[in-house]
């Protein structure tokens, strides 16, 4: 199994201690792209892609870890 069907299904098993990284990494996978918005966009974070609708979170801290909440939104989103 590929690093990117891993990470997928990682990510559909909805784990307590997803990543932010990881999800940034899933998102690359589906063609988004990160968008800082200025240099003082502080954890707000934007994710575009030509085909669907942006997706727009706070970026997780101090330890990075997503919130299940935006794991299930996002996972509606990509129709997963």
Known sequence: MAKREKLITRFLSMP???HYE??????RYFGFK???????SGS???FENEVSV??????PHPNG????????QIKELLEL
């Open 44 to 46: 707000r974070v934007k």
């Open 34 to 40: 990160e968008v800082k918005k200025g240099k003082t």
């Open 54 to 59: 942006p997706i727009i979170l706070h970026k």
């Open 65 to 72: 870890i997503m919130k299940r909440y935006q794991m299930r």
């Open 16 to 18: 307590s201690d997803f």
């Open 22 to 27: 990881e999800l940034a990494r899933l998102l």
